[in-house]
């Protein structure tokens, strides 16, 4: 039995049926992110601005991962409109840029996070704070390359002169050592889980155009407007994700 | 037979790097916006989420064809949108009924 409306728009709805369930796939992901935003507008608020960490994500990064995700937009709906002209090869080659970008975007977001995973906070007996990235640790000590400072507050603010020397921190003297993961702070518990669900989304994106890139293309073969038809699908989901980012970097990296 | 022929998809390619043209530079309005010094705090962040409405705007409108879409597609988008402004709207509303904190 073949699967009706899978080329052909259906009369009532004018388009096919894949279409109108990714935009209702689409629509429960906007609500999704929206609880997850809400939640964000409403902790940040309710933190004031001088319990708010700024300048803690690395701007040129986060533009750099912005314009790679405009650019994978670009190139995934340029493989769809190939496909509309019959152009096999060139459909090959923007959707292969397109995953690529969207590699480099994971690769970048996880050097993100590892330099995140590896920043730690010391609170040592005499109530100063050591803020700093891991060089080793051991039963006897802590090494930091970072500085002391005299408390938490300073260290929400970017720091002109924020030195960056090897501290050896006894390790009898350390009342508590933190990574800046997500257990942080809210902020970062934010960062974490919104960055998080979008890196997901990422790959879940590359698996379904890698898929329709390798083993998926030769539906080409047999029906090459269905298979047209499950590009410019999954492009929709793809450009859902860039949206996602479009507010993400804002709200997260620049206010 | 193909949907669409050469000229159209190299003119339709053209459109593409126009959009993303666009998109750059509402990336770099958006990053100046971050760093300019302003009177107060809120200007950076209006023009910051102004620049974002406009990116999304161009990805919705060209690149999801939200421009020239079938009336269907155009009420799931209205009836998604109706939502998510109310899911966020009673969020941020909820928090002027904490005590302390808004004008309960």
Sequence with gaps: MDVPYTVQPRPDTGVYNAKVGMWLFLASEAMLFGGLFSSYILLRVAAGPENWPQGWLSVPLGTINTILLALSAITVVLAWAACKARMFERYKLYQGITILLAIVFLGIKGYEYSTKFTHYQAVMKDGRIADGHLVRRSADAVVLRGEFVKDRKSLLRPRAQATHEEIVLPAADVVSLRSYGPAMNTFLAVYFTLTGLHGLHVLGGVVVFAYLWGPGSRLWKTDPDRFTNRVEVAGLFWHFVDLVWIFLFPALYLT | ?104
Excluded at chain 2, 6 to 22: D, G, H, I, P, T
Excluded at chain 2, 30 to 58: D, E, H, K, T
């Design chain 2, 1 to 104: 037979m193909s949907d669409l022929s050469l000229q159209e998809y190299n003119r339709f390619s053209r459109k593409c790097a126009l959009v993303f043209a666009a998109a750059v530079c509402g990336t770099l309005i958006m990053v100046g916006a971050s760093y300019a010094p302003l009177p107060q705090r809120s200007y950076n962040i209006a023009i910051i989420l102004a620049g974002a409405c406009v990116n999304a705007a161009l990805v919705a409108g060209h690149l999801m064809h939200l421009l020239s879409e079938r009336k269907t597609i155009y009420a799931l988008v209205a009836f998604t949108t109706l939502f998510f402004a109310a899911l966020v709207g009673l969020t941020i509303w909820s928090w002027y009924q904490v005590p302390g904190y808004g004008t309960y």
